[in-house]
């Protein structure tokens, strides 16, 4: 109460004084009200996350109403609105008290495999050791049992068992195969695998060596399986329904890893990020920052392996008791009719989902639905005008964060093309700053004290967050030289400690913050910075452009990188190269120009089953394949799309031929 006192006094009395002492703040005083507005509702939340921390705490260990905040936030839902559903997937639908039983199943599945004889009740004497059948050797607490299954209701119901039996999960994307998976499972240290029926012809190459690595493996489905492998669901049904024992999922600290959630990342392979039970609770505030409440029908059509779908929508929508239509996979031709038929109110999405929604052709199920919120990242600003003009009165907050990283920011007064703002009030609850960065280098700028220095108005700096007890940075499973990189030291003063996002943001005059490029996607070319984004932006303009990757590519003979676009058009434009340099020449820079265009227009394939006119390649969470397309370069005789090079004295693009080709490694041809 004194907190939200204290902000309406501010409320009062800052206009006057930023007017007489904070003249560069003037331009943002008009969003004053928001930024206070969204300050209260963040201290709120925090208050009552600490609340329910607390609660979970001081509950009797050996009853159910106690143990990790996950666990415990399930079980209180199950009291509060037994009836209320929790979630929707085709057919199905499940209450709030039906998870909490089917969990409850799955857990003492799990510890009967810990070696607990798994009884009826949650007391003592459910906790008496038992010999387990096969050749598997029992789990001990705090062991990781992987997932390896799509969005489905029996992904949630494993999901919460092994949090309330006190074992870490593993998410694994659903699309690795052979040397990537068996790198996943032994980074996170898996001493069992939960395989998809669906997954095992695919996956019989990887038998053998998941055998030799160890790990007890198990089906999530009765359909016939190979020899050693035991139907869980199964295991799961026979089981009783009763809460287990609090204590078995209570963990010693907030910091404790319950989960890994795999980095999708554009290079290398995939890294275990280390998920605390802090973050789980942090995540459970997610929807009600964004303005969501109990009554809303949420639609999720995410990877459950990756934050978005798991942390921020299943953990959110826990958060505030609402109800989620989960889908395995998302088509953008059904959406509307879903959000029609079970009452759509909130729609989170990636942004190139939206894309796909405004690339549809007209129907009439977009049209008097109930979708007035959506939340997300990644959405451009030409998509983002598109699908509000289209579809709305809705409202877009597009939110920004990182699975292993202690910032997120919020577009709470839903500016076009803002991911966020850097008001006061804002960075006094959760703190970050933007630094200058040296693109050359990979590092940040430095005075002669040896600190970073804060970026001006306008200026791209690298996103950076202090690392402390409430917002720590955990690192990734494996050692700690995963994380290299990852933490600056000597930030502002001696001895701090910052966490570094790998993200240019830009912070405008009126506080509004912009994403301007990830670090290793900006290049130099002609002694300047070119930002991906904003050439891409430029082009997605165009309206016979459908899609848009920019790049830079290394030419012979040439000092940095030079732009180079991969190109997908909209069905039935044809490719225009007059009125495409016409408008780079307009829009950019003589510096951003491409200097090689690739045309795509047959589909790639993707594992999240994009629309069949889509053909850029990108990685589970929709980010585009930039490190792959660069690699690939601009070579016509090995390269089977149609290539183009900029001729800049000519004014024009011109068809990249193998003569050409050859004049430009020559020198013959200029960039």
């Given amino acids: 109460m004194a907190a939200l006192l204290l902000l309406l006094l501010l409320l009062l009395l800052l206009p006057p004084l930023l007017l007489l002492l904070k003249p560069h703040l003037w331009p943002g005083l008009r969003w004053l009200p928001a930024d206070l507005a969204f300050a209260v509702r963040a201290l709120r939340c925090k208050r009552a996350l600490r609340a329910r921390a607390l609660a979970a705490a001081a509950a009797d260990p050996r009853g159910p109403e106690g143990g990790c905040s996950l666990a415990w936030r399930l079980a209180e839902l199950a009291r509060q609105r037994p009836a209320h559903i929790f979630l929707i997937h085709g057919p199905r639908r499940f209450s709030y008290a039906e998870a909490e039983r089917e969990s409850n199943r799955a857990a003492r599945a799990f510890l009967r495999a810990r070696g607990w004889g798994a009884g009826p009740s949650g007391g003592a004497e459910a906790e008496r050791p038992a010999g387990v059948a096969g050749a598997a050797a029992p789990l001990a607490p705090g062991d990781t049992v992987a997932l390896l299954l799509p969005a489905c209701p029996e992904f949630l119901w494993l999901w919460f068992g092994l949090a309330k039996a006190g074992l870490r999960t593993a998410f694994v994307p659903a699309a690795l195969r052979r040397g990537p998976l068996l790198h996943c499972l032994r980074s996170c240290g898996a001493r069992a695998l939960v395989l998809a029926p669906e997954f095992l012809e695919s996956l019989e190459p990887d038998l053998p060596a998941l055998r030799a690595m160890g790990l007890r493996l198990w089906a999530a489905g009765p359909e016939a399986q190979p020899a050693g492998i035991s139907d869980l669901l199964a295991e799961a049904s026979a089981e009783a329904d009763a809460p287990v024992a609090g204590h078995l999922s209570a963990p010693q600290s907030v910091t404790d890893t319950c989960l890994y959630i795999f980095t999708s990342g554009t290079t290398g392979l995939p890294k275990a990020a280390q998920i605390s039970h802090l973050k789980i609770l942090q995540c459970q505030a997610f929807y009600e920052l964004c303005g969501a409440h109990p009554e809303d029908v949420i639609y999720l059509a995410l990877p459950l392996y990756h934050m978005s779908g798991s942390l ?360």
């Avoid at 996979?329 to 796909?356: N, P």
Wanted: aromatic letters at 10%.
């Fill in 312 to 671: 921020l929508g299943i953990v959110g929508c826990l958060g505030i008791g609402a109800t989620v239509v989960l889908k395995s996979k998302f088509s953008a031709g059904q959406f509307w009719e879903d959000c029609q038929q079970h009452g759509v109110t909130v729609f989170q999405y990636i942004g190139e989902l939206c894309r796909y929604l405004v690339n549809q052709p007209p129907s009439t199920a977009e049209h008097g639905h109930k979708v007035r919120l959506a939340v997300g990242s990644g959405l451009r600003p030409d998509t983002w005008e598109r699908f509000v003009r289209r579809f709305g009165p809705l409202r877009v907050l597009e939110t920004y964060g990182l699975t292993e990283g202690n910032v997120a920011t919020f577009n709470y007064t839903g500016q076009l093309g803002a991911v966020g703002r850097a008001s006061w009030l804002y960075k006094h609850v959760f703190p970050f700053s933007l630094i200058r960065y040296d693109v050359t280098t990979g590092e940040p700028i430095r005075d002669t004290q040896g600190h970073c220095v804060a970026t001006c108005p306008g200026e791209p700096g690298l996103l950076v967050a202090p690392v402390s007890q409430q917002s720590p940075f955990l690192g990734y499973a494996g050692g700690p030289e995963l994380g290299q990189g990852k933490l600056l030291k000597d930030v502002f003063r001696p001895g701090d400690v910052f966490f570094n996002t790998g993200d240019l943001l830009v912070c405008d005059d009126q506080g509004f913050l912009r994403f301007h490029d990830r670090t290793g996607d900006t290049f130099r070319w002609k002694g300047e910075n070119v930002a991906t984004t904003e050439v891409a932006e430029a082009l997605e303009s165009l309206d016979f452009l459908q899609e848009v990757n920019v790049y830079g590519v290394t030419v012979p003979g040439h000092e940095g990188r030079a732009g180079m676009a991969a190109l997908v058009l909209r069905p039935p434009h044809a490719l225009d190269l007059v009125q495409l340099y016409a408008h780079v020449s307009e829009n950019l820079p003589p510096y951003a120009w491409p200097r090689f265009l690739r045309l795509q227009d047959t589909p790639a394939f993707s594992s999240l089953r994009r629309p069949p006119q889509e053909a850029l390649a990108t990685t589970e969470t929709f980010k585009q394949q930039k490190v792959r397309m660069a690699k690939e370069g601009f070579d016509p005789g090995a390269l089977s799309d149609p290539l183009y090079v900029l001729d800049q004295p000519g004014g024009a693009y011109l068809p990249l031929t193998r003569a050409r080709y050859s004049a430009l490694l020559a020198g013959d041809l200029r960039l």
